[in-house]
């Protein structure tokens, strides 16, 4: 009797061991404990992040908000104000913030269709604002926004549940070299393909690695066979970093995609000046 009943406890005192176990992180503790250890700003920009979709509707978009928030604060690059009113276009409204990220809207010329702010927006970039376009940001809009992010959505071949080859194309470049070490490196998210993308436009920093066996798996609709994933780029005064990563929720606490993330964002805020000239497609980087 005695060892059926130690026997019958076990179970018991296994579940009271597991329900003991520490809660698993928060996803503000995931953002924090891997973002890269950089100076504080002395500087604390004002910020807007715009995250309404007038398309489909990304449920990473709570965590890239989340992803903001942490990295204001423990850079001390900016404070966010997170509204998605159109309101905050207006041109008494918009020349308050240094810079706009745009996080995971769709379709936005289907919400902003009043003329004027549309060339409140297109303005407030070309006499020197900055845009952090992260993944469906490029999905619509009118010419002239298109023509400022760089590229519009044409698909994704390489989707979500896929983990793909990228190819660091810049690995000298300050927004990209810490990452992986400049080398290349394997991620986990849907990829976009673009139309009325042009790498004379803007400097590419990643793209993905069409050498890898993995990616050809899913032939891209592209004849030059040029998928850029993340560039920056000048806009008449103002400054744009564009990263097609940014679908799965898991990227928005990978230490590696929240290097490029800070130092994008210092880029477009003036804190630091990189080189935005194009450079041509690594040959490296073609397939045979």
Request: hydrophobic share 35%; with cysteine; glycine share 10%.
């Amino acid at each position: 009797m005695k060892n059926s009943l130690s026997l019958a406890l076990l179970p018991i005192i296994g579940l009271g061991v597991y329900a003991a176990k520490v809660d698993p992180m928060s996803e503000a503790d995931l953002v924090q404990a891997n973002l890269p250890k950089v100076e504080k700003s002395k500087t604390k920009h004002q910020i807007l992040c715009f995250s309404k979709p007038f398309g489909f509707r990304h449920n990473s978009i709570e965590i890239g908000e989340t992803m903001l928030r942490v990295m204001g604060q423990e850079t001390g690059l900016f404070e966010v104000t997170f509204s998605d009113e159109l309101s905050n276009f207006a041109p008494e409204n918009i020349k308050k913030f240094d810079a706009i990220c745009f996080n995971n809207n769709t379709h936005i010329q289907k919400g902003m269709k009043d003329e004027a702010l549309r060339k409140s927006l297109i303005a407030y970039v070309k006499n020197g604002g900055g845009i952090f376009a992260i993944h469906s940001a490029t999905d619509g809009g009118w010419p002239e926004y298109i023509d400022m992010i760089g590229g519009n959505f044409r698909g994704h071949p390489w989707g979500a549940g896929g983990t793909w080859d990228i190819s660091n194309e810049d690995p000298k470049h300050p927004i990209v070299k810490d990452v992986h070490g400049g080398k290349g490196f394997k991620l986990k998210d849907e990829l976009y393909v673009y139309n009325d993308f042009d790498r004379g436009d803007q400097r590419v920093l990643m793209a993905l690695d069409m050498k890898s066996e993995v990616n050809g798996t899913r032939k891209g609709p592209r004849e030059d066979n040029d998928y850029a994933l993340a560039w920056v780029k000048k806009y008449g005064e103002g400054r744009v970093f564009v990263s097609a990563f940014g679908h799965n929720k898991e990227v928005f606490y990978n230490p590696e995609i929240l290097k490029m993330w800070v130092e994008g964002f210092r880029y477009i805020l003036g804190d630091t000046d990189v080189e935005t000239e194009s450079v041509p497609k690594p040959a490296s980087n073609l397939p045979k």
